[in-house]
């Protein structure tokens, strides 16, 4: 006995319930071709991943019901397939002073017309992104289905991370363990998602197929990779990464009893480097998030720093250099090496590329408040009236073309409010907005030693990379005369706000007191800003988003001494 299944590593449209529901019974009409006789959806594929508040709304739960329905219909005549999908599931009973929720994020089991049955998922996770408790109450059974004459459990997603619903599966005579999956991509996390399924396998001593979402939502994007491991975690299977595709993988019983994975050559893909995958995150999620949402193009602000030139080279990657407008606006204190490399970058990737100078407007500013401004010497004032000429003139770009802004700030300067509310950080999408300074340039020199989407030449000039970072909003500026240089201030940014160090801890492991309480005070109060920020790709485990969740108006110091009476 062989069973051959398929895993639908797709990517799904949030809320396009009728486009979904297509590439599912796409999908079961190829696997069934092939000879497959279980086919695997990720979690809530009928809905896209997450839906939000969409779970809220009545109408959207029972269009997603409908579709289920309707799959089944259009596969009745596939016979022996079975084709397990993920989708949300009940309403609310309410009444004029309480809603009492039933939904479920849950998965249903199709064979040949029929819902043979339908399965909730028991662990709700409610941390980082996540906030499934809001919108899903917690199932309390256990499925176990039989396809090809294998017993299949099927798990969704945080239940393999318990003990618990993979020990009831095999208690109700699951062979292999099905689970399917939406978890978000951030750096590292794809071997840790291997590490704890080969934990999961072998404590229940059951192979495991782990079927996997691809595509970007928002501010997540979901990496792929899906994979089959044996019962004693060995790897099986392994798709590549941030592909769309349908996976195929043989399972069997052995002669000795049990079932296990037939491991044929080529099937693990190779592995590839933090940087690769760190691009393809970024990259699929510039081009699903305009391409979703319907924008022609994407326009930004090409400066001649760091920033904006990795914004530029991730963008023609993402979308082809026909879609991507660059637009120069020096200012009296733009270096010539500024506008000389922004040309020579444009040039490189062949986009659209414009020079449009705002001496004349920022004079017009510094006349029009003259009279208000007389007697005072020129500051952050007269900067950021520079920053926001540049936001308003890419502003209009957008409107009259269509096309989206994208900002160029990182996450260094979100941290510590090194931006300009209604300047650089006015645009549509923040590319680059969870990458420390110090990851900007590593990813810069990475992407001029790789040709990953074969645009054939080494796209940013040595010398952006080179440069020492500077705003050019005044004479001489560089970064650093506001700023910590990069190497420290990203590493008490990665403790600090990524990894929940407290500042004691932080100085223990030598860095300067004064300096890490000067970044946890910059942090804090720039908290306004951020609320403000246009979202962005998320890459690490704590982007600034949903995974940072902390108040404006605060008084709570953690110094310790601000701490004593």
Known sequence: MTLKLAIAQLNFVVGDVVGNAKKIVDAARESHAQGARLLLTPELSIAGYAAEDLFLRPAFTEACDDAVKGIAAALADLKDMVVVVGHPTGGSLRSR?????????????????????????????????????????????????EAGGVSVGLLICEDAWFDQPAELAREAGAEVLAVINASP???GKEGERVARMADRARAVRLPLVYAHLVGGQDEV??????????????????????????????????????????????????????????????????RDYIGKNGFPGAILGLSGGIDSALVLAIAVDALGKDKVRAVMMPSPYTADISWIDAREMAS??????????????????????????????????????????????????????????????????????????????????????????????????????????GTGTEPIPERIITRPPSAELRPDQTDQDSLPPYDIL????????????????IIAAGYERAVVERVARLIKVNEYKRRQAPVGIRVTHRSFGKDWRYPITSKFNETAGARKP
Request: charged residues 25%.
């Open 348 to 453: 490189r990737l062949g986009v659209r590329y414009d020079e449009i100078s705002i001496e004349h407007t920022f004079e017009s500013f510094k006349g029009a408040l003259a009279e208000e401004f007389e007697g005072l010497a020129e500051d952050t004032a007269e900067e950021n009236i520079q920053a926001r000429i540049r936001g308003t003139l890419l502003m209009a770009l957008s409107n009259k073309f269509g096309s989206i802004v994208l900002t160029t700030g990182n996450k260094s300067e979100m941290a510590t409010g090194y931006c300009t509310l209604y300047g650089d950080m006015a645009g549509g999408f923040a590319v680059i907005k969870d990458l420390l300074k110090t990851t900007v340039f590593a990813l810069a020199r990475w992407r001029n030693a790789h040709d990953p989407y």
């Open 97 to 145: 002073s309480v809603a009492v929720q039933m939904r479920h994020n849950a998965a249903s089991v199709i064979k040949e017309g029929r819902i043979l049955e339908t399965y909730a998922k028991r662990e709700l996770p409610n941390y980082q992104v996540f906030d499934e408790r809001r919108y899903f109450t917690p199932g309390q059974g256990t499925c176990v289905f």
């Open 185 to 187: 991509y951030h750096v």
């Open 490 to 505: 990203d590493g008490i940014l990665a403790r600090y706000m990524q990894d929940d160090e407290g500042i004691d801890e």
């Open 221 to 286: 994007v979901f990496d792929g990779a899906s994979f089959a491991l044996q019962a004693d975690g060995a790897l099986a299977m392994q798709a590549e990464s941030f592909q769309e595709k349908l996976v195929f993988v043989q399972c069997g019983r052995a002669p000795q009893g049990g079932v296990g994975f037939v491991a044929e050559p080529g099937a693990v893909a190779a592995p590839r480097d933090a940087e690769a995958q760190l691009w393809d995150a970024l990259v699929l999620g510039v």
